[in-house]
């Protein structure tokens, strides 16, 4: 009893695999009409056309290509001032900023214009990731100690 369970399971399964095949290379009556371009007239194979079809008046949306992700800028704040001088970030409008603070004094990281501050431990860092929403140019200064660590400018 046990072994024909077992038979009839496995002619189930050979029935639904043969019967997925079928649906997914579409039937067995498929014809060829490609010929070849030096105007062969040799024996023709048939294959099932597995090329989707579209309506003649369909529109197709052609994906974009991926831009790259923007670089997080670094600034190096030491001694309470940012290493190198004040910072240039420079962007177009719509871009997303991104950024990062390294500090071995504990403060408020402050971007002006977009309000947006984070607390910064000494010996830490705080990243910031924005969108270039508003034009002009901006301070990011650490706000305790009222020192400007990077000039943001956001052109369009």
Do not use: C, W
């Not at 490609?34 to 294959?47: H, I, W």
């Not at 197709?60 to 670089?71: D, H, K, L, R, Y």
């Not at 901006?138 to 000039?151: K, P, R, S, T």
């Amino acid at each position: 009893m046990r072994r024909s369970v077992v038979r009839a399971v496995i002619v189930v399964a050979a029935v639904a695999a043969a019967v997925i095949l079928f649906v997914v290379f579409g039937g067995l009556g498929g014809t060829d009409e490609t010929a070849s371009e030096a105007g062969d007239a040799g024996p023709q194979t048939t294959q099932p056309d597995s090329t989707p079809t579209e309506p003649a008046n369909t529109v197709t949306e052609v994906a974009e290509p991926e831009q790259p992700a923007p670089q997080v800028k670094r600034i190096q704040v030491r001694d309470g001032a940012p290493m190198g001088g004040v910072a240039r970030l420079e962007y177009e409008r719509g871009e997303r900023i991104r950024f990062a603070v390294f500090s071995d004094t504990a403060d408020e990281v402050h971007v002006h214009g977009f309000d947006l501050a984070k607390d910064v431990a000494a010996n830490g860092s705080v990243r910031f990731d924005f969108r270039a929403d508003i034009e002009g140019v901006y301070e990011v200064e650490l706000e305790g100690a009222h020192v400007q660590i990077a000039e943001l400018r956001i052109e369009p």
